[in-house]
């Protein structure tokens, strides 16, 4: 059902819906800039990287064991993070609650299949809030081996002081509460945090398309299809030109190209 125009319905529940449906088209481009990002291109590496993934190498001659992280790219999770943060912030207007409430709304009158799957994703976005106490994965401490190890920090924790302290802004990393975690180890919980982002926001996107096509939610299609990232190059047909001395006022340019002659006694006025 479209939204009526009708202003008393505007009060009443249509403007409820009409609500719901400027968050979901939002939160669908927005989505979709996600989707479409290289990291998200290889969906076993993103998986692997939101489920933490690491390699242990024991080599029996030296006793010596390694554990390694295969990480993105820096600049790489810079930009992914990038279009992932506006899900984790509660005022914007995409924040993962104010979406899965929307395709809430939706679902009202679905099969219990589909409000299972939206149950879920709301339950996999809940741990990612900088709020919420549970962790994504894993807590680490860590230290010399002469001297005793520092307290428990929670990977989200030292994510978002990756997110805020050396991404974003120039916030204090608390390195008192963070116990000797340096960069890297902010960087390894960066990309357990935002590449699950990325997996719930892709898997949020893929619910709502399963809405539209069984006719719950009657977007436009325009919203599903147009292009959501910029071409590298951008090519211009150029129709008119005028070249001028500098300083050249901008009526005389506009009039030059409207193929206008200026009277030359016009600036004496």
Request: glycine share 8%; hydrophobic share 40%; charged share 25%.
């Amino acid at each position: 059902m479209e939204p009526s125009g009708d202003a008393t319905a505007v009060g009443g529940t249509d403007a409820v819906e009409i609500r719901h449906r400027a968050v979901l088209r939002k939160f669908i481009v927005r989505a979709r800039r996600v989707e479409e990002h290289p990291l998200a291109a290889d969906k076993e590496r993103l998986m692997a990287w939101a489920r933490g993934t690491f390699t242990l190498k024991f080599e029996p001659q030296s006793g010596k064991a390694t554990m390694t992280w295969d990480l993105p790219e820096e600049e790489a999770l810079d930009s992914l993070a990038a279009r992932c943060r506006p899900f984790l912030l509660q005022g914007d207007p995409v924040y993962h609650s104010k979406v899965t409430s929307a395709l809430g709304y939706f679902l009202r009158s679905a099969p219990e299949e589909l409000k299972g799957q939206l149950q879920e994703i709301r339950a996999g976005w809940r741990p990612l809030d900088p709020g919420d106490r549970k962790t994504i994965g894993y807590e680490s401490r860590t230290g010399s081996v002469t001297e005793s190890l520092g307290g428990l920090v929670a990977d989200k924790q030292l994510a978002y002081a990756w997110l805020y302290g050396d991404l974003v802004h120039a916030d204090d990393n608390g390195d008192e509460r963070l116990h000797g975690h340096d960069i890297d180890a902010r960087f390894q919980a960066g990309t357990l945090l935002i590449t699950n982002v990325a997996v719930k926001t892709i898997m949020t996107l893929n619910l709502a398309r399963s809405a539209q096509s069984q006719n719950y939610l009657t977007l436009e299609s325009g919203v599903y299809t147009e292009r959501v990232t910029a071409r590298p190059e951008r090519d211009l047909e150029v129709v008119k030109f005028a070249t001028a001395p500098v300083g050249t006022p901008i009526a005389d340019i506009e009039a030059a190209l409207d193929g206008i002659v200026p009277d030359p006694d016009s600036s004496k006025d």
